[in-house]
């Protein structure tokens, strides 16, 4: 009950201030800004940008080569991180996936990974969720990082051809199953002989990085690496 009110009352705030904070609620930040100071200092990083062999790297191993892969904060249940994610999600939070999107190219920047990078590219949304949401989070997350990095935003070059259903309740193998073929490539010469930054939200069993990534590899010269916002490990 107490945390349907927390909910309630985050949303209803959301209404009333557009411009409170998508994780804690607090409404002391710029109109321009999604998450306050404090929220952002406090994120759970991962610290996997400097570990090559990390949990996200060892995702895709034995079925996607990549160059390197991460993700930058702990994805935790009832916390700021998940906050974050159903505002961005779900809750009309375009604001706070360009901040954090900022903030990602800020990490990056801090760390070897852009030296190689020609590219980003987000994972892209089905054409009829693209539209019931507005805007596909993971290409505001590309924005963001493009801001800061100067890099490429690399769009339209792949299309989702099927709205895949919820598959939180499936199996691993399932859910691999489910996304073969889910990506189409729309144009070639936007990718081929580039290092493409697979970028989306948060990484649970990598089976959307992995499906569009099969589809990626399979242009000449194509390189990839990955780096999602946030890592949950699969249950
Ligand atoms: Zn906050």
Not at 52 to 70: C, S, Y
Not at 148 to 163: D, E, K
Request: hydrophobic share 40%; aromatic share 6%.
């Amino acid at each position: 009950m107490q945390k349907w009110l927390g909910e309630m009352g985050r949303s209803l705030r959301s209404i009333v201030y557009p411009h409170c904070c998508t994780a804690c609620g607090s409404n002391v930040l710029p109109a321009a800004n999604g998450i306050c100071t404090h929220c952002l200092q406090q994120l759970p990083r991962t610290g996997f940008l400097q570990q090559r062999d990390n949990p996200v790297a060892r995702v895709f191993w034995g079925r996607l080569h990549l160059e390197q892969a991460a993700a930058l904060v702990w994805f935790q249940q009832h916390s700021a991180v998940q906050h974050l994610m159903h505002g961005i999600k779900y809750g009309g939070r375009k604001d706070a996936a360009c901040q954090l999107g900022r903030w990602m190219g800020g990490q990056l920047l801090n760390s070897t990974w852009l030296r190689q990078i020609d590219g980003l590219l987000p994972v892209p949304l089905h054409a009829s969720r693209l539209a019931a949401r507005g805007y596909n989070q993971a290409a505001c997350l590309c924005e963001g990082i493009a801001q800061v990095c100067g890099l490429p935003l690399i769009l339209s070059a792949v299309q989702r051809q099927f709205a895949t259903s919820t598959q939180t309740r499936q199996h691993r193998k399932a859910r691999w199953n489910n996304m073969k073929q889910v990506f189409a490539v729309q144009n070639e010469g936007l990718l081929c002989n580039r290092h493409l930054l697979l970028v989306d939200d948060v990484i649970t069993t990598g089976a959307s990085l992995d499906a569009l990534g099969q589809q990626l590899r399979l242009l000449p010269g194509v390189r990839l690496s990955v780096c999602c916002f946030a890592y949950t490990a699969p249950h």
